[in-house]
């Protein structure tokens, strides 16, 4: 079946450094990718949707400039925490919807950032 | 406007019965919709869906789930649990787009329900 590769799984990093989180697609090609934040024993709160080739679209209340995401090629897409403070600490997965599949959605497996 | 209820914020039941988490929904239109599981620091693992057809879906790992129009309504159930099912379960809602729609058409997800098979 379709799989979405996310890494790393977790990362600690300082505060005002940035991380990187990259999503794979492994075997299809993920034209449309949604970034998700969910924070403890809460539901999945959507950020961004990534389109290949074009600028992502940011939902309400999510800083574009802090959240940066890359959708680059069919296969690749990136999201940055850039000057990662405290609160930016959570969980962050990506999902890509899979046509071939009836209109299903596969998730990554998720990174736990902890800022420091 | 699309949105989903998940009513119960945690679910206990002994192992070897039957379980149920509740799930409603509201779309404008017609909807997809499924139910997904997460495991501590791990991303969702999809169980069921219903797109169309028949009413009672079942999915991965014995789970099944009955689209009640009516009711609004897609609870998953499972005739026997096991202690290996204790997760937090998400239900999940997208509208079915018409043919005129465009967009990325992202998933609702409600606020997730643990689960506890008690041995």
């Known amino acids: 079946g379709a799989v979405v590769s996310q890494h790393p799984s977790w990362v600690i990093c300082k505060s005002g450094t940035s991380v990187k989180i990259e999503c794979r697609s492994l075997?299809?090609?993920?034209?449309?990718m949604f970034w998700y934040r969910q924070f403890p024993k809460q539901s999945l709160m959507l950020m961004a949707t990534?389109?290949?080739?074009?600028?992502?679209?940011?939902e309400q209340g999510v800083e574009k400039d802090k959240f940066l995401i890359n959708h680059a090629s069919l296969t690749l897409s990136t999201l940055t925490v850039t000057s990662a403070h405290p609160e930016d600490s959570s969980f962050y997965i990506c999902?890509?919807?899979?046509?071939?599949?009836?209109?299903?959605?596969?998730f990554g497996s998720g990174t736990r950032l902890t800022v420091v | 406007a699309q949105s989903v209820a998940q009513p119960e914020d945690q679910v206990n039941v002994a192992e070897g019965n039957p379980l149920t988490v509740k799930c409603t929904y509201s779309?404008?239109?017609?909807?997809?919709l499924f139910w997904y599981v997460q495991y501590p620091n791990r991303g969702l693992q999809f169980l069921l869906k219903?797109?169309?057809?028949?009413?009672l879906v079942k999915g991965s790992y014995g789970f099944e789930a009955e689209f009640n129009k009516s009711q609004t309504s897609f609870h998953l159930k499972k005739p026997s649990a096991l202690v290996s099912d204790s997760a937090l379960y998400f239900c999940?809602?997208?509208?079915?787009?018409?043919?005129?729609?465009?967009?990325?058409?992202?998933?609702?997800f409600g606020t997730g329900t643990r689960l506890t098979v008690i041995p």
């Open positions: 999902s890509a919807r899979v046509r071939a599949q009836d209109d299903g959605y596969t």
């Open positions: 075997d299809f090609q993920a034209t449309t």
């Open positions: 990534s389109n290949e080739g074009s600028k992502a679209t940011y």
């Open positions: 779309v404008s239109g017609n909807p997809y």
């Open positions: 219903y797109i169309t057809g028949d009413n």
């Open positions: 999940a809602v997208r509208e079915v787009p018409n043919p005129t729609q465009t967009g990325a058409n992202n998933l609702f």
